[in-house]
């Protein structure tokens, strides 16, 4: 059988985490949450094979800046992101910064996401 494959969510709103959280989970995925850049760098020893980061987070780090550190280092630059945000203009510097994907909240639905990163975990 083969492992489940992690996923990290950065997601500062509570309900959108849940309701994340608990539809990977339901699809077959384990599934890791933080709220900010901080739980985003601690929580990258559970080593995800993937991370769905929000754009406007609290603390000082957007999910710009995460992703650009991310890329940088050579042992998180492989692991795929997939831009989940609000900001519906933003899909074209989400790509350029190099995320696999970039999904509008309020216009994507569960099966999008579940096929997005289905997508960018085939191509990483």
């Known amino acids: 059988m083969d492992k489940k494959k992690r996923i990290l969510i950065i997601e500062d709103d509570a309900d959108l985490q849940d309701v994340y959280k608990n539809g990977l989970s339901d699809a077959g995925f384990e599934v890791f949450v933080g709220s900010d850049s901080n739980d985003c760098f601690e929580l990258l020893e559970k080593n995800p094979d993937i991370i769905l980061l929000d754009i406007i987070l609290p603390g000082g780090q957007n999910g710009f800046d995460i992703l650009e550190t991310l890329k940088r280092d050579e042992k998180t630059a492989k692991i795929p992101v997939v831009i989940l945000t609000n900001l519906e203009n933003e899909g074209k ?3 350029d910064v190099g995320a696999c994907g970039f999904l509008f909240k309020a216009k994507t639905n569960f099966d ?9 975990l085939k191509t990483s």
């Open 93 to 95: 510097t989400a790509i």
């Open 112 to 120: 999008e996401i579940v096929a997005k990163i289905h997508s960018c």
